[in-house]
Each structure stands twice: as structure tokens, then as C-alpha cells.
């Protein structure tokens, strides 16, 4: 159901859509890796407070100890109550901070051994006031103790951040991970769907290209449909009456160069007729100039109805030409045939036909590409001086087969070579001593090759050499 009412909308309409969904999916992709940046950056901001705290708090204590002992001790030796009140607050003070540490994290252990130890200490400081000497290195020594577990407490505090920052890397490194995953395949998935929207969008405009072929190369009874788009729909709907519109137009064509021609052909054969009565001497006899003025005529007449007859040849195989009868053929085969077709007429003028080439097979019309091939070797007999060689050359080029006809005659001329295929042009170099031809044979050529999906050059030629060199292309062969 998808397909269908994405079709009803136009071409603008589902490329906004395709750069839409594009930039949806990388965009939102972006902004979640932005969240995730975000909360790695909390996370380590967060982390360094916590060890920083630790470390302040580990510091603290040693402080706090420091100063208890300070009291402690002093206030054995002095018997002093202000400097026994100075070390229960400090002993309050370090308490606080060894609290803080073991919400932070500090294990039992450590925290339970400098608690028995300041008990130990609390229970010297409570003796009677007679043994206070005793007490102070009694207290001095377990003080010493005290340094110790402080350390260890400080080994403890640097193991627990060096374990944090490490979960912390382990962690930061998984989130990269997988927000670097999440990348790739957003931008794979948005390639994909960039490239299957590109060729779902770009499909249309190759029915349309090749619709549009169809048309220039006058294959007006293929119909033309475009799916896809709304608008490209409707340009196929346009196209195909353009289609119709030029099918009614070539017959129309048709039909009036059938009209005119057999209009013309009528009283054509009654001048020819009459002029041929004239010069029998029928209505009675002429003179040398009347006879002369019966030639002219005569001349033009026939002039006249050749070009007629060649204007319905050409016009009859611009309508074959759409109508092609496909067969496996042996081209190689085919060019000697068409050689040995006019074999009598090179011999008469000593022209040599020389035919090389392996033997190569193609799905084509034989009887029209003969024509092709009969129509090229004739211009180059024709165009060929006395004792010339005519080659008519098969070729497995890359992807088609070409075949070459290349004679000795005098070659295009330069200003020709554009027009050379155009109905009725007659180049300016033209053989001496033959009746000059009607200008159709070439077009006839490049209306059959171009029916058969190939093309026809005139090969460039540098100055070192002569003649004229033509060559057909003819695709997918085999």
C-alpha cells in the first residue's frame, strides 16, 4: 500500500520526503550521541569531585590525628581541661571525617582499626592522673600506630580512586563504542536508503530518457508508459500523445508524398511520352535545334521521375525501417554475398571487392542490412577509380560488431562531412564520366542501421590518406 500512495504524490514532493528521512535519521542519531557526550562529561566531572573528596577527606584525617595527638599528649604532661576539651574536639573532628570516608567507599577494615585504636588511646587518657607521665609514652607510642593506619587509609583512599577511574575509562570506552556503532549505522542505513530512494526516484527519468531515444529515433509503435511520481506520470501521459500526434504526422506524410508522387507520375509519363513523339517526328519533322531543345527535355524528364521514384524509395524505407525481421545471421557470409552481388559491375571497372573478417553471428534483419551493405559497396564502386581495391572488413570491437567499407575514390570533402547522410545531398565531389546519383542511398543506410539499435560514421581520415572510410555499429551481437 506504501508504493501506491507514495505515487500519488509529486517528484518535489517525495525528494523533500527523501531528504527528510535522510536528515531525520542522521540528525537524530547526532542529538543522541550529543546526550551520551553529555552524560560521559557528567560522569567524569562527577568522578573527579568524588576523588577529590576522597583525597581531601583522607587528608583531613591525617590533620585531625595530628592534632589529636598534639592535645593528647600536652594535656597528660600539663594536666590541662581546656587542652583535654581540644582533644576530645579533635577526636570529634576526626571521627567526622572518617565518617565522611566511609560513606565514600573506605572499606570496614581500615576504618574499624583506627577506631579500636583511638578507643585504646581514649582508655589511656582515662587513668589516674598520678601515672600521667606513663600515660603520655603510652599514648605517644599508640599515636605512632596511628600513622600507620593513616597510611593505610591513604592507600586505601588512592586504591579506591585508581579502581573508579579505571571502571570509569572501562565505561567512557563502552559508550564510545557504542555511540561510534550507532554512527556507522546511521549513516550505512541513511546511505541505503539515500541510494534506494535515489534509484526508486531515478527510474522514471530512464523510462523517460529512453522514451524520449524512442521517439528521436522515429520508434513511434512502442506506447510510452512512466510509473513513479504524479508529475512524471502525467509527462509519460504527454509523451505518449506526443507519440500518437507524431504517428498521425509521418502518416500523414506518407500518404501525401504518395499523393503528390503518383500526381506528378501521371503527367510526367504523358510529357516523357509526348516529347518521345516529338522526337520521333511524329507530328513532323524537326530541325537541329527543336531536336536539341527535345533532348533537354527529355533529359529533365527522366531526371525528374528518378528523383521522384527515389523519393518514394527513401520514404518507403524510412517506413520499413520500423518494421525489422530478426534472425541469427552469419555477417561474414552476409558480405561476400553482397560482394558477389556486384561482382560484374567492379570487374567492368577493374575494381577489386576484398572481404576479410572471422565469421561473426547477430540477431539482425539480412534483408535490410544487406541493403545497407549493398548501398555502401555500389558508392564505393562507384566513387573507386579504375584498378582500385574496395574492403569490406568485419570487426569484434568491445561490446558491438563494426563493419568497415573503405574505398580509393576521392573521399567527402571536409564541407560535406555534417550533411553526408541528409535525404537528396549530393557532396561536391563527384565521379567524372557517371550519371550523378539521387542523394537517398546514404539516408536509406543510416535509417536501417539506426532501426537496428546501431549507429554509422564517416571515419576521419588524415591527409596521407584517401578515399572514404565508413564504419557500422551494431550493439549487443554476439
Known sequence: MAAPRLSLLSFRALLLLAFILVGGLLGGTALRSVVVLERLIAERAAAADAALQLTANAQLLTERTLDMERAARQSLILGDRVLRRRYEDESGNARTALLRLTEQGLPPGPAEAWVRQLEAIAELMGDPSERSLERERSVALRFREFDTINSGVAREVQRIIQTRNTDLAHRLEQSRSRVMERVIAAIALASLLAAALGIWLARPFTRMERAIRGLGENRLDEPIEIEGPADMRRLGRELDWLRLRLT???????????????????????????????EEGVPGQLNPSQHEVTRILQHNATVLQDRIEALLRFNAAAFDARQLRRARVDLLALLQEQAEAQRLQAQARRIEVAVTGEPLLAEVDADKLGTVVANLLSNAIRFSPPGGTIHLTLLNLPGCIGIDVTDDGPGVATVDRDRIFEPFFRGERQPEGVPPGTGVGLSIVKEYVAAHGGRIDLVAQDERSHGAHFRIELPHAA
Open 248 to 278: 498521425e504526422l509521418d502518416a500523414d506524410k506518407a500518404r501525401f508524398l504518395r499523393h503528390v508522387s503518383h500526381e506528378l507520375k501521371t503527367p510526367l509519363a504523358a510529357l516523357r511520352e509526348g516529347v518521345s513523339l516529338l
